[in-house]
């Protein structure tokens, strides 16, 4: 159940109180090395990724650099971020996508964007809103479980999630949104013993007030599909 607007609103107000300097985790110079870095984070550590590209990116930090690799290159670079045999694969293909149709530069438009290999929805709207300051809301796992636990949307995937949080969170605050429900997320509300007794949100949360998390019932709302 979605919250009242009341109710919604001061969610939002706790949040940005919470996280007043939430900001992206991934450590980047450029919308390229931004790009990578987000395909490099599906089901990894962004603090693993860093410690990947800091070695990467001064050696292969441009969409030119990186184009003239095969996957079997690329593989041995990002090995630590698993699954690293697609995801050298769709890097090399984006770059090379980069260089012969962009010129090398990164496009701004998040249609654009999921044309390339490797970029789904989710990083699209990672890389328009940090790197171009499109108005955007990046839903992955922690910002679907979250939102759905809270009563900040009702649905049973990330586009769905993503659907009903544009239409109830202003605009304007669609980047920050993003970066508080990852910080929410990852330090209280987590899938497994979230921390509810300590949470700012738990007198307003639906999941909390019904049992479902910090409770005796078993939570089955919000399982969308993993990105």
């Known amino acids: 159940m979605i919250l009242n607007e009341a109710d919604y609103r001061e969610v939002l107000a706790r949040l940005r109180a919470a996280y007043p300097d939430a900001k992206p985790a991934l450590e980047y110079k450029n919308p390229f090395e931004l790009l990578v870095s987000t395909i490099l984070a599906a089901q990894c550590t962004d603090k693993m990724v860093n410690r990947v590209t800091e070695k990467l990116y001064p050696v292969y930090g441009t969409p030119e650099a990186?184009?003239?690799?095969?996957?079997?290159?690329?593989?041995?670079?990002?090995?630590?971020c698993?699954?690293?045999?697609?995801k050298a694969k769709n890097i090399v293909a984006m770059a090379k996508r980069l260089?012969?149709?962009y010129g090398g530069e990164v496009p701004h438009d998040r249609d654009e964007l999921t044309t390339l290999p490797g970029v789904g929805r989710k990083t699209a709207n990672v890389v328009v809103s940090n790197a171009f300051g499109v108005p955007a809301i990046a839903v992955d796992t922690h910002v679907h479980r979250v939102t759905n636990r809270i009563g900040l949307a009702d649905a049973d995937d990330?586009?769905?999630?993503?659907q009903q949080l544009m239409a109830?969170?202003?605009?304007?605050?669609?980047?920050?949104?993003?970066?508080w429900l990852i910080y929410h997320g990852r330090q209280v509300c987590s899938a497994q013993r979230p921390k509810c007794a300590a949470c700012p949100?738990?007198?307003?949360?639906?999941?909390?007030?019904?049992?479902?998390?910090?409770g005796t019932k078993k939570e089955t709302k919000g399982k969308g599909?993993?990105?």
């Open 66 to 80: 990186m184009a003239w690799l095969t996957p079997e290159e690329l593989e041995p670079w990002i090995h630590s």
């Open 225 to 227: 599909k993993k990105e």
């Open 168 to 179: 109830h969170i202003p605009e304007a605050d669609w980047g920050d949104a993003h970066h």
């Open 82 to 86: 698993g699954f690293y045999h697609a």
């Open 158 to 162: 990330v586009l769905k999630t993503e």
């Open 201 to 214: 949100l738990n007198t307003l949360c639906d999941a909390f007030r019904r049992g479902v998390v910090g």
């Open 99 to 101: 260089v012969e149709r």
